[in-house]
Nanobody, 124 residues
Framework: QVQLVESGGGLVQAGGSLRLSCAAS????????MGWFRQAPGKERELVAA?????????ADSMKGRFTISRDNAKNTATVYLQMNSLKPEDTAVYYC????????????????WGQGTQVTVSS
């Protein structure tokens, strides 16, 4: 059974940093694209960043230069990280980790597996 478990969320002041982690297990994730999405109250879920099995990355424009996605692959597990710097109040959202059976994608519909989410709150 596939499991994605996020951690690292919390409350931070504007300008601060957080590092999110996503532990993936249950399949050979080394060939999967992984992504971070977020959803703020009253808004649609949106891409934050994604990374292919080979390390190619994609970012939402508003996160470029502030957020960095990375991953560590093992035989039957993978850990994906999201380093978030220079956080802004508008970054407040629930952040979700997701795994795609296919190639790197910006579309949430391409991701088959999802974690429960971790809350990030940025105070002004």
């Amino acid at each position: 059974q596939v499991q994605l478990v996020e951690s690292g969320g919390g409350l931070v002041q504007a300008g601060g940093s957080l590092r999110l982690s996503c532990a993936a297990s249950g399949r050979t994730f080394s060939s999967y694209a992984m992504g971070w999405f977020r959803q703020a109250p009253g808004k649609e879920r949106e891409l934050v960043a994604a990374i292919s099995w080979g390390g190619n990355t994609a970012y939402a424009d508003s996160m470029k230069g502030r957020f960095t996605i990375s991953r560590d692959n093992a035989k039957n597990t993978a850990t994906v990280y999201l380093q978030m710097n220079s956080l802004k109040p508008e970054d407040t959202a629930v952040y979700y980790c997701a795994a795609s059976l296919g190639r790197l994608s910006r579309r949430s519909s391409e991701y088959a597996y999802w974690g429960q989410g971790t809350q990030v709150t940025v105070s002004s």
